[in-house]
């Protein structure tokens, strides 16, 4: 199975999702901004990288871990990958679509926008990982009710 | 082989693009508008569907003919798709992305998105009708080029 976690860039809520799957980040406490600045891919990448595919890692149960910046419009986005894999027999039980963005507060938007497009890092950057400390506890439940999803539609296949 | 014509919405000059591709659509003159409406799916779409990709017919090698719309984030969508498939072990030998973007023009781009918002369908229809006219000896110049590059 292929998991692949969307947001708007592929820069923060995406790789913090994913890094929380792949046990990158502590889950006992809200990561530093040492935490975050270590993780491969958080800040890190910007327009040209948009719609690339990045392999974060592979979990416990062999699952490939990836993170996609997709910009706008993640229905359509999630439609159009779907349906074009579905198309050459790449299920829902192949490929699951996890979007972040629900998870993504203003901070993460604001920091995220004066560091990513603006080039601000200076003072974008802390403010987008105020946001991602913020929102870190929603994004981890996200991330296990989408191991368990991913677990029953194993149970499911087998 | 799979062939992927896209377009903002993928019912508009996609659509007209794989109609012409099938031979639905006329190749020695100008279609009607019934001709364009009578092709299936042809602004069949609600905005919060776009994305969705649609079967429109085999060709005469076979080909799988298929629509869907990338919104405004063609590069992105193309980008995603290609990492998606290969990541599946699917080459560029088995599918073709068909951008038909560069044949639309303000009518096309305007008129198609009117016609998937509620009480502006009518106008946004006629408006999208009226410029995939204008476009079409250029949309059947792209399909004689993806013809020709599948051959």
């Given at each position: 199975?292929?998991?692949?976690?969307?947001?708007?860039?592929?820069?923060h809520?995406s790789?913090?999702?994913a890094?929380?799957?792949?046990?990158?980040?502590?889950?006992?406490?809200?990561?530093?901004y040492?935490d975050?600045?270590e993780?491969?891919?958080?800040e890190?990448?910007?327009?040209?990288?948009h719609?690339?595919?990045?392999?974060?890692g592979?979990d416990?149960?062999?699952?490939?871990?990836?993170?996609?910046?997709?910009?706008?419009?993640?229905k359509?986005?999630?439609?159009?990958?779907?349906g074009?894999?579905?198309?050459?027999g790449?299920?829902?039980?192949?490929?699951?679509?996890?979007?972040?963005?629900?998870?993504?507060?203003?901070?993460?938007?604001?920091?995220?926008?004066?560091?990513?497009?603006?080039?601000?890092i200076?003072?974008?950057?802390?403010?987008?990982?105020?946001?991602?400390q913020?929102?870190?506890l929603?994004?981890?439940?996200?991330?296990?009710?989408?191991?368990?999803?991913?677990?029953?539609?194993?149970?499911?296949?087998s | 082989?799979?062939?992927?014509?896209?377009?903002h919405?993928?019912?508009?000059t996609?659509?007209?693009?794989?109609?012409?591709?099938?031979?639905?659509?006329?190749?020695?003159r100008?279609?009607?508008?019934k001709?364009?409406?009578?092709?299936p799916?042809?602004?069949?779409?609600?905005?919060?569907?776009?994305?969705?990709?649609?079967?429109?017919?085999s060709?005469q090698?076979?080909?799988?003919?298929?629509?869907?719309?990338?919104?405004?984030?063609q590069?992105?969508?193309?980008?995603a798709?290609?990492?998606?498939?290969?990541?599946?072990?699917f080459?560029?030998d088995?599918?073709?992305?068909v951008?038909v973007?560069?044949?639309?023009?303000?009518?096309?781009?305007?008129?198609g998105?009117?016609?998937?918002?509620?009480?502006?369908?009518?106008?946004?229809?006629?408006?999208?009708v009226?410029?995939?006219?204008?476009?079409y000896?250029?949309?059947?110049?792209?399909?004689?080029r993806?013809?020709?590059?599948?051959?």
């Amino acid at each position: 199975m292929r998991i692949v976690y969307h947001c708007y860039g592929g820069s923060h809520s995406s790789v913090t999702a994913a890094s929380i799957h792949l046990g990158y980040l502590p889950n006992d406490r809200i990561p530093s901004y040492k935490d975050f600045m270590e993780l491969p891919l958080y800040e890190k990448q910007d327009k040209p990288d948009h719609g690339h595919l990045r392999l974060m890692g592979i979990d416990d149960y062999g699952n490939e871990i990836y993170i996609v910046g997709r910009r706008n419009q993640a229905k359509s986005f999630k439609l159009a990958i779907a349906g074009i894999a579905s198309i050459f027999g790449i299920t829902e039980k192949d490929l699951y679509l996890a979007d972040t963005m629900p998870y993504v507060n203003w901070k993460m938007m604001l920091g995220g926008f004066l560091s990513r497009r603006w080039r601000w890092i200076n003072l974008g950057r802390p403010i987008v990982i105020k946001g991602t400390q913020a929102s870190f506890l929603d994004i981890a439940n996200m991330v296990q009710s989408v191991k368990m999803q991913v677990a029953s539609n194993e149970k499911l296949r087998s | 082989m799979k062939i992927l014509y896209f377009c903002h919405t993928g019912v508009h000059t996609a659509l007209v693009g794989a109609g012409i591709h099938l031979g639905l659509m006329p190749a020695d003159r100008l279609p009607e508008n019934k001709e364009i409406y009578q092709l299936p799916y042809f602004d069949g779409l609600s905005s919060g569907e776009v994305g969705t990709p649609f079967y429109l017919g085999s060709d005469q090698k076979g080909y799988e003919v298929f629509v869907f719309g990338v919104n405004h984030e063609q590069e992105v969508y193309s980008k995603a798709i290609k990492d998606v498939l290969d990541i599946y072990g699917f080459g560029p030998d088995q599918y073709l992305l068909v951008d038909v973007l560069k044949c639309n023009n303000r009518l096309i781009s305007i008129g198609g998105w009117f016609s998937l918002v509620p009480g502006w369908n009518h106008l946004g229809r006629t408006m999208a009708v009226r410029g995939l006219k204008t476009a079409y000896p250029q949309i059947k110049a792209e399909v004689a080029r993806v013809k020709a590059q599948l051959h």
